[in-house]
């Protein structure tokens, strides 16, 4: 009996060997996505931090990392740059995931039916491709491969490395001063370029780039320094009057890692300004507060500040504190008025009893004395020029402001 039962035994062990061998007991196999993509490269200055993959339709589902603000709830997704590497003729459907922003506590979505985005075949040239919402706040974006690879990005890009070229073009100019005044978190040098002559009548700060995503911002002083510095009449007319002090990167860090919006450490530049900065904490800002108070003490107050960004209004922020606002408010709308007549700009500025605190426009005016507000650039439309924005055209509103600050002092007085 013993026997049978071991001789049974063994001739099902037989059978199920044979079926095993004959794929009867083979696990489905998933099926493998068909696409003509073959890699996502994100291998470069300012791309951004991101992970794909296909999905079982072929669409390349793209996953943005991001931004967190330290101690707080906020996060920020704003800035995409990555490069597609596919079959040249093919066409792909790519899908863009994590646009559910929080800002103090709310949701807020960083893309609508006016978003576009960006491609270049060399990282050079870019023209502008459509782009749709879906539900779930995911955008999508159908590419076609005109060539082996395509650089794809939320806006024209400005990197460390374009920032970089336009100091070596012009340090050696006898009307332009760059001078190091101190270092971002992770040791990357802060720069104030000074255009103009040291004891001019007047002095007008320029900051960009305190949000990594905003590239706007460089290429409007690109444009405003290049202006400034042509061989001349009017530009040495121009110079008598006033001086510019730019900060032309402030969040160095954040636009090398490609991030969004914060420092390294957590900070949003464009905030806490209502009180000294933390030299651990924001580096980059407690750099431009000394130096502002070095100005100060050296006689030099500045007279005007500008902190560039970029997002979907494209307007003026005028923060209205606590303090004798008649003065200011004036200035903000002769400055309005010269921008309107002299540039490409229509938006607008913020009314009413608008206040942001803690900006750095706010901070300046209350605790420095300083007229400064916040400056949007629209990075989707310029509706002066019924277009999409690319950066030559903030080039232009850049060289065109030359001429807004010339005649804005015109009534002041020493």
């Not at 994590?98 to 103090?104: D, L, Q, R, S, T």
């Not at 919006?261 to 580096?283: E, H």
């Not at 030559?392 to 020493?414: I, T």
Request: proline letters at 4%; glycine letters at 8%; a negative charge.
């Amino acid at each position: 009996m013993i026997r049978q039962i071991r001789l049974i035994g063994f001739l099902l062990l037989m059978l199920v060997l044979q079926a095993v061998k004959a794929g009867l007991f083979a696990q489905p196999q998933e099926a493998v996505p068909v696409t003509d993509l073959k890699y996502i490269n994100t291998g470069f200055e300012n791309a951004s931090p991101l992970y794909w993959k296909i999905t079982p339709e072929g669409e390349i589902d793209i996953f943005l990392v991001y931004d967190l603000e330290r101690e707080s709830p906020n996060r920020a997704n704003g800035h995409w740059f990555f490069q597609v590497q596919a079959k040249k003729g093919s066409d792909l459907t790519l899908i863009m995931n994590n646009f559910e922003n929080v800002w103090n506590g709310k949701k807020g979505v960083p893309v609508s039916d006016k978003t576009m985005c960006y491609i270049s075949p060399d990282n050079k040239q870019w023209s502008v491709v459509n782009t749709d919402v879906l539900d779930g706040n995911r955008l999508q974006l159908k590419l076609h491969m005109s060539h082996e690879s395509l650089y794809v990005a939320h806006v024209q890009p400005y990197r460390i490395s374009d920032l970089d070229a336009l100091l070596a073009e012009i340090e050696d100019h006898p009307l332009v001063k760059i001078t190091g005044i101190g270092k971002t978190v992770e040791g990357r040098q802060l720069e104030i370029v000074r255009i103009g002559h040291a004891n001019t009548p007047y002095r007008i700060l320029i900051r960009a780039r305190a949000h990594s995503w905003e590239p706007g911002g460089n290429w409007v002083v690109q444009g405003l320094i290049r202006n400034l510095l042509r061989d001349e009449e009017t530009n040495q007319r121009y110079l008598d009057r006033y001086a510019l002090y730019i900060m032309p990167m402030a969040n160095k860090d954040g636009v090398a890692h490609g991030r969004t919006r914060f420092n390294i450490q957590g900070k949003d530049l464009n905030r806490n300004w209502d009180k000294p900065a933390d030299p651990y904490y924001a580096p980059e800002n407690y750099a431009l507060e000394q130096w502002i108070n070095s100005m100060q003490n050296a006689g030099k107050r500045l007279h005007f500040a500008i902190d560039l960004h970029n997002d979907q209004g494209g307007r003026i922020h005028v923060s209205r504190p606590n303090i004798d606002l008649n003065a200011y408010l004036e200035f903000i709308q002769r400055y309005e008025a010269l921008m309107r007549e002299h540039t490409w700009f229509t938006e607008g500025s913020t009314g009413g009893d608008f206040r942001n605190p803690g900006t750095i426009g706010e901070g300046l005016l209350e605790r420095f004395g300083i007229f400064a507000c916040v400056q949007e650039l629209n990075c989707n439309w310029i509706a002066g020029l019924q277009k999409h924005p690319f950066g030559s055209d903030w080039e232009l509103l850049g060289s065109q402001m030359r001429d807004v600050f010339y005649h804005l002092f015109e009534k002041e007085k020493q």
